[in-house]
Nanobody, 122 residues
């Protein structure tokens, strides 16, 4: 599975962005998907994850109620809708695919896309 994330950019605090992650390959629907973020010099941080059929989701406490993860298996795409953005949400965001589930531990994910930078100005 090859993943490509896009949709990042510069937004003011309180604004919204939607990230997309397009996957290649016909087995996309078999994978749990996750979004992570990472700042230079810091550990990769879990943001949100979704099960293979979209029936289950999980979120980091820091984004719960503001971010929504969803997927469209017909389009091989997973989304991250980010609302009420805060300066502390500034990071490079990565999407990832997990053959075994949709957990919060980055080391369980098998495939990673390139990052997309989100910058939230105060």
């Amino acid at each position: 599975v090859q993943l490509q994330a896009f949709g990042g950019g510069l937004v003011q605090a309180g604004g919204s962005l939607r990230l997309s992650c397009a996957a290649s390959g016909r087995t996309f629907s078999f994978y749990g998907m996750g979004w992570f973020r990472q700042a230079p010099g810091k550990e990769r941080e879990f943001v949100a994850a979704i099960s293979w059929n979209g029936g289950s989701t999980s979120y980091a406490d820091s984004v719960k109620g503001r971010f929504t993860i969803s997927r469209d298996n017909a389009k091989n795409t997973v989304y991250l809708q980010m609302n009420s953005l805060k300066p502390e949400d500034t990071d490079v965001y990565y999407c990832a695919a997990d053959r075994g589930g949709y957990g919060s531990s980055w080391y369980n994910y098998n495939y990673w896309g390139q990052g997309t930078l989100v910058t939230v100005s105060s």
